[in-house]
């Protein structure tokens, strides 16, 4: 896996879905072929006016998946949110930031 994916987060995170479905033969838990299917799909947006419920969205300093530039709409779609963004930390802010993570959700909850 080093040899396509040099950066050891995202090789944990993949081994993670790795399982022995029989001695000798691995298998992923995530549905590959749907994942392929839709992959166009993950990212498009999702159909809403407003949400109102207290919402929270980490994000990780490191990640693009949350830029500063989406933080308007976000604000306009979900007025009750907050944005917290966790130093140091790529897409997987529960396991780079774990710490801050906790304690985001907890004072959340």
Same mark, same amino acid.
């Given at each position: 896996?080093?040899?396509?994916?040099?950066?050891?987060?995202?090789?944990?995170?993949?081994?993670?879905?790795?399982?022995?479905?029989?001695?000798?033969?691995?298998?992923?838990?995530?549905?590959?072929?749907?994942?392929?299917?839709? %992959?166009?799909?993950? *990212?498009? @947006?999702?159909?809403?006016?407003? +949400?109102?419920?207290?919402?929270?969205?980490? /994000?990780? $300093? %490191?990640?693009?998946? *949350?830029? @500063?530039?989406?933080?308007?709409? +976000?604000?306009?779609?979900?007025?009750?949110? /907050?944005? $917290?963004?966790?130093?140091?930390?790529?897409?997987?802010?529960?396991?780079?930031?774990?710490?801050?993570?906790?304690?985001?959700?907890? $004072?959340?909850?």
């Amino acid at each position: 896996m080093m040899e396509f994916i040099d950066n050891y987060t995202v090789r944990q995170f993949l081994l993670k879905n790795l399982y022995w479905v029989e001695k000798g033969q691995l298998g992923w838990r995530m549905n590959i072929p749907s994942l392929v299917a839709n %992959l166009d799909r993950i *990212i498009e @947006e999702i159909p809403v006016d407003q +949400i109102n419920t207290d919402s929270l969205f980490i /994000r990780g $300093e %490191l990640s693009n998946y *949350i830029p @500063e530039s989406d933080f308007p709409e +976000i604000q306009e779609k979900f007025p009750n949110s /907050r944005i $917290e963004t966790i130093p140091n930390s790529g897409h997987w802010v529960h396991y780079e930031g774990a710490k801050d993570f906790y304690r985001l959700v907890t $004072e959340f909850v």
